[in-house]
């Protein structure tokens, strides 16, 4: 069975704080590890990563993955409380199937 | 740019009750979703579609079924509903291409069977 496990559950920072999310993956034919904030509504795409080591980057957030270890990182550096969110990570399988970690509930105070 | 719609974005059922959730999309996406999220929880696949005429269960199908007769549309069906259905519930689209599957999500639609 397919299975993505997020770490932490919850997180609180201050603005300005960095923070490292953590998601590790048993996928089965593994295809890419993708990664979505949900605010209120709808989850929005934020990174996909099919290959080892290479950096994603966009703004204060960047994203890694390591498939040899099978796990996956989120990097926000300076964080600002339209930061707060739940952040999910989910690994893409044969079939274009996506299976979902339980996410990250994150707050940023100010 | 309507992307995915979803509706209703609010409803309440009560047990035994059975109701459609209707899911469209524009982008010409051919595969399509149904999610959904319990409170703190991640998101749970419940059914897919590949193409029109063409559905596969997911995690969890049990009291649900789906049809996907065009390529925009792909409604959800609660049979009986029942209090373990509240939830909310998601549908995705994304033009598949392995190792490039981006999902677009609806902005959702909160159930309560009571």
């Known amino acids: 069975e397919d299975k993505v496990v997020q770490s932490p559950l919850s997180l609180v920072v201050h603005e300005g704080d960095t923070v490292t999310l953590n998601c590790s993956y048993e996928v089965t034919n593994f295809r890419s590890l993708l990664w979505y904030k949900q605010e209120k509504k709808a989850p929005t795409f934020l990174f996909m990563l099919t290959s080892s080591g290479i950096e994603k980057k966009s703004g204060r957030l960047s994203s890694i993955l390591d498939k040899k270890e099978l796990f996956s990182i989120l990097n926000i550096t300076a964080t600002q409380t339209g930061d707060s969110a739940i952040y999910l990570c989910a690994g893409e399988t044969s079939g274009s199937r996506l299976t979902f970690g339980e996410g990250t509930q994150l707050t940023v105070n100010p | ?114």
């Open chain 2, 1 to 114: 740019n309507a992307g995915v719609t979803q509706t209703p974005k609010f409803r309440i059922l009560k047990i035994g009750q059975s109701m459609t959730l209707q899911c469209t999309q524009d982008m010409n996406h051919n595969y399509m979703y149904w999610y959904r999220q319990d409170p703190g929880m991640g998101l749970k696949l419940i059914y897919y579609s590949v193409g029109a005429g063409i559905t596969d269960k997911g995690e969890v199908p049990n009291g649900y079924n789906v049809s996907r007769s065009t390529t925009e549309d792909f409604p959800l069906r609660l049979e009986l509903a029942a209090p373990s259905q509240t939830s909310v519930y998601f549908c995705a689209s994304s033009y598949h291409r392995a190792g490039a599957n981006v999902l677009t999500f609806g902005a959702g639609s909160r159930l309560t069977v009571l």
